[in-house]
């Protein structure tokens, strides 16, 4: 964050040169700008870079208020909440207004009587682009008052009249005027709340309680919703839906990449979790997102994979603190622990309620195995399988240390097959080494090249 200007009055402010402009067409400037440039306005964003951020950008361009609908854990949020990078990093204000007024466009009447009083030295106070941006959840509780605004009785109590606009206490759209509003599941207000809005979104007016406000409001309305609660829980009215200059459908991340990155951006993870373990994560979840078994009108959310991912970092710094090793690493062995505090997380089509461990043990075994192909393809494993053939047996478990797996293993001769395994996975430590040869030998399972049993903590090849 920069300085603010030094500037502290309206006429050192038109002594600057300082052109005044509406919130859209300051975005609309800041987004060419930075298309120009080949800057990313989108920072963070993962996945949407062919398909919904070309339409966003277009609508920002047009000057049109957006809603963005979606299934959950698809970054409707994150989306929104990026605009605040469009916006100019500081803005002049009228110092102490209770709108954030530009100081060549006063529009209450406390701010005009101040303006005609003080003339150029009007004081001017600077807004930086964060405090211009306001998020409201939705919920069925929210009042006219909590958006619009209602008449304040202690205003009234002072002495003021009933009738006299500076009774009123302003809402948050009204507050939000020179910024964004953004609006979170927009169909759980109630339809009488939404009505509240339509002449916010198209004639730029409020009302309050039968008083007719024409505060000619400069403010950016975007809003997110699911699309199942035009059905579930409620829906966009339609005259609201009509003042939208803009739907967009969003999406999960199209490229296991972009999953990945998701994952990778997201999870606060309190050990190392190699790139494959992830991976084998993202594979999971976009399974789960194509199984006939989940009830694919709620989605499988990106917080799902990021839940999993942090849960299988948590067992394996577990592991390390009770076994005594010096570095917490992931392995595929760890990732049974996601399963069984995550299962709540998927909802499942009617008729196969009781059966989320079957079903998400299958997936997770399904995206292990890719994993495994795409990663160990063109290393001949037949040295390890043949031993374990001859009577070797691996023994791994969520309380075995990576160094006592490692000791475990068969002894090959003088092949350099666990070696070329590591290389694969540029593994140099032991718990890297492990996370990555326990993979070799779960793909040998699920390719049904070897056998496994599982039982009181610990995992047996053989």
Excluded: C
Excluded at 36 to 53: A, I, K, N, Q, Y
Excluded at 112 to 118: D, I, N, Q, Y
Excluded at 217 to 233: H, I
């Amino acid at each position: 964050m920069s300085d603010a200007p030094s500037i502290t009055t309206v006429g050192e402010l038109r002594d600057s040169g300082h052109e005044a402009r509406s919130v859209r067409a300051e975005i609309r400037a800041n987004l060419l700008t930075a298309l120009r440039e080949g800057r990313d306005p989108w920072p963070g964003l993962h996945g949407f870079g062919s398909t919904v951020v070309p339409q966003v950008e277009r609508a920002l361009l047009a000057g049109h208020d957006v809603v963005l609908l979606g299934k959950r854990g698809q970054g409707k949020t994150r989306l929104l909440r990026s605009l605040v990078g469009l916006l100019d990093e500081w803005t002049p204000v009228i110092d102490g207004s209770e709108l954030g007024e530009h100081p060549f466009d006063p529009i209450t009447v406390e701010s005009r009587r101040r303006a005609a009083e003080l003339g150029d030295a009007l004081p001017v106070a600077w807004r930086h682009r964060d405090e211009r941006y306001a998020e409201k959840l939705a919920t069925p509780d929210t009042s006219v008052a909590d958006l619009i605004g209602d008449v304040d009785p202690m205003r009234v109590a002072e002495g003021r009249r009933l009738g006299d606009p500076e009774t009123i206490h302003f809402g948050l759209i009204p507050r939000s005027h020179r910024g964004v509003v953004a609006i979170n599941e927009l169909p759980d207000l109630a339809e009488r709340i939404q009505v509240a809005m339509l002449n916010v979104m198209e004639e730029r007016d409020i009302q309050i309680r039968g008083y007719v406000l024409r505060l000619p409001l400069d403010v950016l309305v975007v809003a997110s919703a699911n699309p199942e609660d035009y059905t579930n829980r409620g829906r966009i009215i339609t005259p609201l839906k009509d003042r939208f200059g803009a739907e967009i459908r969003t999406h999960y991340p199209l490229e296991l990449d972009d999953e990945v990155a998701v994952i990778r951006q997201e999870a606060d993870l309190v050990a190392a979790v190699p790139d494959a373990v992830v991976e084998i994560v993202a594979r999971f979840t976009r399974g789960l997102r194509g199984s006939s078994s989940v009830d694919q009108r709620s989605g499988v959310s990106a917080r799902f994979a990021i839940a999993a991912t942090e849960t299988v970092a948590a067992a394996a710094l577990h592991r390390a603190t009770t076994q005594g090793e010096d570095e917490a690493v992931a392995r595929v062995v760890d990732l049974e622990a996601a399963l069984d505090v995550l299962r709540g997380k998927v909802e499942l089509e009617t008729g196969e309620e009781g059966r989320e461990r079957e079903v998400l043990t299958h997936l997770l075994r399904t995206a292990t195995a890719e994993t495994a192909r795409r990663h160990l393809g063109g290393i001949d494993l037949a040295l390890l399988v043949e031993a374990i053939e001859e009577g070797a047996l691996v023994t791994t478990g969520e309380q075995v240390s990576a160094r006592t797996f490692l000791d475990g293993l068969p002894v090959l001769g003088e092949s350099d097959l666990y070696e070329q395994v590591a290389t694969r996975f540029d593994a140099h430590s032991d718990g890297e080494r492990a996370a990555a040869l326990e993979l070799a030998l779960e793909g040998l399972y699920l390719a049904r090249r070897i056998s496994k049993d599982t039982g009181d903590g610990e995992t047996v090849y053989g």
